[in-house]
């Protein structure tokens, strides 16, 4: 039978019944157990979260104690289940499905009603062992009505499981939405009598003998922990605990071996399975949420949703990245609109020099998203979060080092820095089309004309006075970023050293005209070749190319070039015929490019 890919199904009843494709995570859940009983978890958005509760809420559900066997049977967990299984009436709340428009007031009354709701939904679902009449829903007080089921639920054997989903989403919302804090909307919900922290307040004290036993929390970012301090502080964070690193995302193991019976579904060559993996690593992979782990995760979101295209095409989807899932870029905006945050994202795009924390910030409120010099400790735990960065290893002194993760990720970085740039959409599509006909006929000359003529002119003093090589490799990324045809990557290590910029065709693309690129990047001041920039401008191109500093910057580029092509060729297979261009920037005011035979 072909296999069926729950692209956007979270629930995970269904994706058992219906034999849909699974990744079996239930060993973990023993771990969970163990963790301790009110366990906090933060992945970023898309990465499974929702099909995790989805598991628990099965697993401890007493109500479907029959429905054991059907279910977890065939999983690690069902083989050697834990005495609570199947043990708790559970409750859950996702706060996605509140609305975070609005005004504050707006916003709880919402939070009141779906409060409201879920406790009626958990009277009507467990009736039959609940005693009749005693839980009482209070519109008015949604605090009161969950009392009001917590004395119900001790009338029974049972204790109560609560999962709650997105716990950060509407305040998040609130808070950057649009791009921008919005401090008064969200120090509303966050105050002390804000039903928020009343609900929280809540869930603490039940915990206490009040019926309620255990509590799994997920969520995107720690915002809001902060400021929840005093009414929920309770809760253990296990997101950086080496053991569930990949309790949410897909090993490279399991991709390989799915990639396997897809391949042989679509009667593709054996051989098609190492050009389809290396693909999925390029936009996929490259996740890691803890410091004691070696090992990457893939999004399991965007892995589903290509498994599925290539299932039923045979081919991957030109846009890696589903339009649907696309990650919040009001965040990066409001970002990169921070002290430092353009800084950041340029040097997490050029790797060089590589992102550093000796800590990861674990908990954020609005006074820290509100100072007005953010420290590069709160900016890079952000990006992290939200899976825009994630981790690479630690120092020799035990620091924390960050990455892009992959290609999805890259894109939008580069697309960020394109339109804050360069705002014009037909200066921009100008350059696209300049990058196309540069794929093919691998002449640079009208990029760097327009580069000298426009693109560099809109870099501030700041970037003029500190420009080097990596200012200029920047700029050309952002010009000739395509993910649609290639994997490029920045500063890719190649013997102990990095390439300036790679730009390597996707298998699926080999056929085509296109071409592959190695790009090596160099920077004159004027005050190294003794010019001004007025001077400079003047020269022919010949003139230009015949100055010392500038032939002595083409051949140092040339050396590094030839010996990166002789190791990516070999660890490619020679799959790559490669176009080698060398540039050398005299100050923002000429570029010098070269190919080399």
Known sequence: MPLKFPYGISNFYRIITNNYFYVDRSNHIRLIEDAGDQ??????????????????????????????????GDLAIGK?????????????????????????????????????????????????????????????????????????VRQTPYRLYLLIDEYDNFANEVMM???????????????????????????????GGLGLERVFITGASPILLSDMTTAYNVA????????FNDLCGFKQAELEAVLKKVVVECGLKPEDVKDALLIMQAFYNGYSFSDMSNELVYNPTLALYCLKYLQHNCQFPSQMLDENLTMDLNKLIYLSRLPNGIGILKQ????????????????????????????????????????????DGKTELRELRFKIPNNVVRKLYVEHLFKMLLPSDTERETLRQMAKDFYQSSDLQPICDFMTQRYFKVFDNRDYKDANELTIKTAFLTVLFNDVWYMMDSEMPVKRRYTDLTILLRPDFRHTSLQNFLLEFKYLKLSEVGLSGEEVKKLTVAKLEALEPVQEKLE???????????????????????QLISVVAVGFDRLVWKKIS
């Open 39 to 72: 366990l906090l978890f933060l992945r970023p958005r898309r990465f499974g979260k929702s099909l995790l509760l989805s598991m628990l809420e099965n697993y401890y559900d007493v109500a479907k104690a029959d429905e054991f066997e059907k279910l977890f």
């Open 80 to 152: 050697n289940p834990t005495p609570l299984h199947n043990q708790y009436l559970v409750m859950k709340w996702d706060f996605s499905n509140v609305n975070p428009k609005g005004e504050p007031q707006q916003i709880e009354m919402r939070l009141y009603h779906y409060i409201n709701r879920c406790i009626q939904d958990f009277a009507d679902k467990y009736q039959s062992l609940l005693p009749k009449g005693y839980i009482q829903i209070n519109q008015e007080d949604t605090i009161d009505s969950f009392f009001s089921m917590l004395s119900a």
């Open 177 to 207: 939405g649009r791009g921008e804090i919005n401090p008064e909307r969200y120090q509303t919900l966050t105050s002390a009598e804000s039903l928020v922290k009343a609900l929280f307040r809540t869930v603490k004290s039940a915990s």
């Open 236 to 243: 253990e964070n296990i997101y950086f605990q080496p053991e």
């Open 348 to 391: 997490a795009l050029n790797k060089t020099p590589p992102l550093i924390l000796s800590l990861l910030a674990n908990r954020f409120g609005i006074e820290e998203m509100l100072k007005t010099n953010q420290s590069n400790q709160f900016i890079i735990s952000l990006l992290y979060y939200l899976g825009i960065l994630t981790l």
């Open 556 to 578: 140092q580029a040339k050396q590094q070039l030839l010996d990166y092509r002789t190791e990516l060729e070999s660890k490619y297979d020679n799959v790559f015929k490669l």
